[in-house]
């Protein structure tokens, strides 16, 4: 009733009928003395260059033009729909929805449209899913030794009586620890901290590692791998998971190694503060 009465008066203000096609909060508050629809405007922002900031200036624009009264429709010409993905991130989160998103979705659309369709609206797709951390394992007497130190892996997949990959849950916090010999004797020492990222989290390139991880701590050399060890040891001597000690510390430890200096003692006052903050958020 709302609406038939919201168009009845735009009727009889302008002069024109609202049809059922029309917004049902379009009022006659939209349309200029006389009938003429009010003219929009249009910003673009074009680049040319990928990691621009076009989706991210585009999107705070449009909540700038939201809060200030205006009505606002946000067109994605991406071809990889980057602003519909953060859309539908918004929904994932449960935010609010603003203003309108829509656009080509991907370079599937712009293959099977025509080009009088290209502006096709992205169909509705179920939110993206964490996808869990997978950490190829190996061993091979006086070859090669991959293993983790301390992880707690959702399950194993055996591969072969040499390999198996150990699969983590999103968030989950792991150190592996990589060994390769030779004939000569040892050649490589590499001790790592992973953390399984979690969704739209940035993570990074590492071998035997997909899709990817955040990296707390790197070490290289026989020397800094057992100097990590054994700081590893201490903290769960005094009771203390590895895997719940901050990422913060993880990063400390590394600059002090590389600066040829002794990794800082994990007290449990720090621990409590970090378990403290981390309830908080």
């Given amino acids: 009733m709302?609406?038939?009465?919201?168009?009845?008066?735009?009727?009889?203000k302008t002069g024109i009928a609202l049809s059922d096609a029309t917004p049902a909060d379009r009022t006659a508050d939209d349309f200029a003395p006389g009938g003429a629809r009010r003219a929009g405007r249009e910003t673009a922002l074009p680049n040319r260059v990928g990691k621009a900031g076009r989706t991210a200036s585009a999107a705070r624009l449009a909540g700038e033009l939201v809060m200030a009264g205006n009505r606002v429709a946000l067109r994605n010409a991406d071809l990889r729909g980057a602003a519909l993905d953060w859309a539908q991130r918004r929904l994932y989160w449960g935010l609010k929805r603003t203003y309108g998103v829509f656009g080509t979705a991907s370079n599937?659309?712009?293959?099977?449209?025509?080009?009088?369709?290209?502006?096709?609206?992205?169909?509705?797709?179920?939110?993206?899913m964490p996808a869990p951390m997978?950490?190829?394992?190996?061993?091979?007497?006086?070859?090669v030794n991959v293993w983790l130190r301390f992880g707690q892996p959702e399950h194993e997949i055996?591969?072969?009586r040499w390999r198996r990959v150990a699969v983590l849950a999103p968030g989950a916090v792991c150190c592996r620890v990589k060994w390769i010999g030779n004939e000569h004797g040892t050649a490589l020492w590499q001790l790592m901290v992973l953390q399984a990222p979690m969704p739209?989290?940035?993570?990074?390139?590492?071998?035997?590692?997909?899709?990817?991880?955040?990296?707390?701590l790197r070490v290289d050399?026989?020397?800094r791998v057992k100097a990590v060890l054994e700081?590893?040891?201490?903290?769960?001597?005094?009771?203390?998971?590895?895997?719940?000690v901050a990422a913060t510390y993880w990063r400390i430890v590394g600059n002090r190694l590389a600066a040829r200096q002794l990794p800082p003692d994990y007290s449990a006052e720090r621990h409590a503060a970090h378990l403290a903050r981390w309830k908080l958020q």
């Fill in 2 to 12: 709302e609406v038939t009465r919201a168009r009845a008066e735009a009727a009889e």
């Fill in 158 to 160: 055996v591969l072969d």
């Fill in 231 to 244: 700081t590893i040891d201490v903290i769960e001597s005094m009771g203390v998971d590895p895997r719940t």
């Fill in 108 to 128: 599937a659309l712009h293959l099977k449209t025509s080009r009088s369709d290209a502006q096709a609206v992205r169909p509705p797709q179920p939110p993206e």
């Fill in 134 to 143: 997978r950490v190829s394992l190996a061993y091979v007497a006086h070859r």
């Fill in 200 to 216: 739209f989290d940035a993570m990074q390139r590492v071998a035997g590692v997909t899709p990817g991880a955040r990296i707390l």
């Fill in 221 to 223: 050399g026989e020397t």
